[in-house]
């Protein structure tokens, strides 16, 4: 389990989250949504090492993290799709995978088969160069990449973004196999509305880098959400 108290974090000057309070359980998928600007990306920086946070703690599993850096939250267990994807162009699909054994003894520097069952193409594109990809397949990638490091938790920044309708729904069927297998905790940041009602176990609003509404879709009206997260 993630869990995170009263959590800041500032860009220079500006402070971008104030004071979240949230946890993420193994077997759920915790969706963060919120407008444009509300922090949702900077949250999951926070969260992956990629931007340190500026105050607040951190837990995974019971353990307190101090402010680690991405690669070394990585090894503990911490995947982290970021928005935008940031696959490696000029790799293969294979190579862009292997990247993910850095946080790996060297007994496990190999790709399971579950990662190809997951997304067969990727399977059948080894060879080819990320950068040739579809921005569906280069998803797809960016996903199976952060799997291979074996995370407790996994963060997805908008996986739909910009992505045909049949990957959203594929995209869709394995964030919630990944949620029912019930050995990590995900957490989704989600612009689309119908995506992220569909598979979140819990939901987090935020506002202004607060917190204004959090809970499960059994207790939270649909409208009242939509209403939270609409501009």
């Not at 500032?10 to 104030?18: K, P, R, V």
């Not at 790799?91 to 069952?117: K, Q, W």
């Not at 992505?163 to 196999?177: D, K, L, T, W, Y």
Request: with cysteine.
């Amino acid at each position: 389990m993630l869990e995170l108290k009263d959590l800041t974090l500032h860009y220079g000057h500006s402070q971008i989250l104030n004071g979240i309070s949230m946890q993420a359980a193994q077997g759920e998928v915790t969706c963060v949504m919120g407008t444009n600007g509300v922090g949702k990306t900077s949250l999951l920086k926070a969260i992956s090492g990629s931007h340190p946070r500026s105050g607040g703690t951190m837990s995974l599993d019971g353990e307190v993290l101090s402010k680690l850096p991405a690669h070394v939250l990585a090894r503990k267990g911490v995947g982290y799709v970021p928005q935008g994807r940031e696959i490696f162009p000029l790799m293969t699909v294979r190579e862009n995978l292997e990247t993910g054994f850095a946080c790996l003894p060297a007994s496990e520097h190999y790709i399971p088969d579950h990662i190809y069952e997951l997304f067969p193409v990727l399977k059948q594109m080894q060879t080819r160069r990320g950068g040739d990809l579809s921005g569906g397949q280069q998803q797809q990638l960016a996903i199976a990449r952060a799997l291979i490091a074996k995370p407790k938790l996994l963060l997805l920044d908008e996986p739909t973004e910009g992505i045909q309708p049949n990957i959203i729904q594929q995209i869709g069927e394995v964030i919630g196999h990944l949620r029912d297998q019930g050995d990590m905790a995900i957490v989704l940041v989600e612009q689309y509305f119908e995506f992220a009602y569909k598979l979140a176990d819990k939901f987090v609003a935020l506002r202004r880098g607060e917190v204004v509404l959090r809970g499960s879709p059994d207790k939270i009206a649909r409208s009242k959400l939509l209403d939270v997260v609409s501009v």
